[in-house]
């Protein structure tokens, strides 16, 4: 087992978490724990990084905190969210070595809380993205901001392109919303597409689905990229890191 064993990754409104259990890593994505973020601390062997906001209940060492400038992306500034770093660094590493055509970038969209859009030039380069709202953030802002709209369940998406009953129109429509954006950016740019985050799979669907219009090259989605390259950071740098 390596001596780093454990990585975790703040979220917005998921806490995600790596383990290696002996033989492999494995993932999974929860509220947020701090019980069980405790008892990783005191277990040792554990590298983090936040996005969303960092518990005081739990004292977390700083030392062993990831961020952005600690990833090798060429281009990156410290400033972007290290969820977006790693998910890009990741998405390019495994599409080298997948042998994917790179000739015109690569584009991450990453459908969590946030639609992020990464975009690196056919160097690895960051060149830039997109921020917009996430599936349940469009359906929450429309629940707040109306006296009359509910706020209905993202699992339950519909199959008809203009639903009839009004949680079923909303959620259609925040879907539209992100695969256009997604479909736009990549359209612009011709760089290999990749998905990942909670939500990737039902844009993934609708990105694909019969009767939207098509979108070019393949998609790669990977729900769990961003914890992949966090798992690469660790079996690579972290016997290094200055403790």
Do not use: Y
Not at 35 to 50: D, E, P, V
Not at 105 to 133: I, K, Y
Not at 167 to 180: E, F, H, T
Not at 200 to 219: D, H, T, W
């Amino acid at each position: 087992m390596p001596s780093v064993s454990r990585g975790l990754l703040i979220g917005n409104s998921r806490w995600h978490w790596a383990e290696h259990d002996g033989s492999c890593w494995r993932f999974d994505h929860g509220p947020q724990d701090c019980a069980r973020l405790t008892a990783a601390q005191q277990q040792g062997g554990l590298i983090w990084a936040a996005v969303g906001s960092v518990p005081v209940e739990v004292a977390l060492e700083q030392q062993d905190r990831l961020t952005s400038r600690d990833v090798p992306l060429p281009g990156c500034p410290d400033w972007l969210g290290v969820d977006r770093v790693l998910g890009a660094w990741a998405a390019w590493d495994i599409s080298q070595t997948s042998g994917l055509d790179l000739g015109s970038g690569l584009l991450l969209a990453d459908a969590g809380t946030v639609l992020s859009l990464t975009l690196l030039n056919a160097e690895g380069t960051f060149v830039g993205g997109q921020l917009s709202p996430g599936l349940r953030l469009q359906l929450a802002a429309m629940d707040g901001g109306t006296t009359s709209l509910p706020c209905p369940d993202p699992v339950s998406e519909p199959r008809d392109r203009f639903p009839r009953d009004t949680a079923s129109a909303m959620v259609r429509g925040a879907l539209q919303a992100m695969a256009g954006a997604v479909r736009e950016a990549q359209s612009c740019s011709g760089a290999c597409l990749w998905i990942c985050g909670g939500d990737s799979k039902p844009l993934q669907r609708e990105l694909l689905e019969r009767g939207s219009a098509s979108i070019e090259p393949a998609v790669t989605t990977d729900p769990d990229l961003v914890l992949k390259g966090l798992v690469k950071w660790i079996e690579t740098f972290s016997p290094d890191r200055d403790r």
